[in-house]
């Protein structure tokens, strides 16, 4: 993704798909759209930037880093708020 100047949350085959240069590339748009809104709320719930899993170099989500934001979910809300998420 060089010169990317935007900041989008998609998802992973979008992210490995737009970092190889591919015009069209073939994706469900339902899961790719569950997993945006899934980051974008993981993202308000946080009350910080969730873009740090996009690793640029390797064209991957680093699920490390996303098991840490999920984890600070769990640790800041309750339980019931958590199942609504």
Known sequence: MKNY????YISPKLFS???SYRN?????K???DTFSI???????ANLSSS??????NFAIIDQEL????????????SC???NKL
């Open 38 to 44: 899934g980051m974008t709320v993981l993202n308000a």
């Open 17 to 19: 798909s737009i970092n």
């Open 51 to 56: 873009f740090a899993v996009y690793n640029k």
């Open 30 to 32: 339902l899961k790719s």
């Open 5 to 8: 100047d935007k900041e989008a």
């Open 24 to 28: 069209n590339p073939e994706h469900d």
């Open 80 to 82: 019931q708020f958590q």
């Open 66 to 77: 996303l098991q840490g934001l999920l984890k600070r979910v769990k640790d800041k809300y």
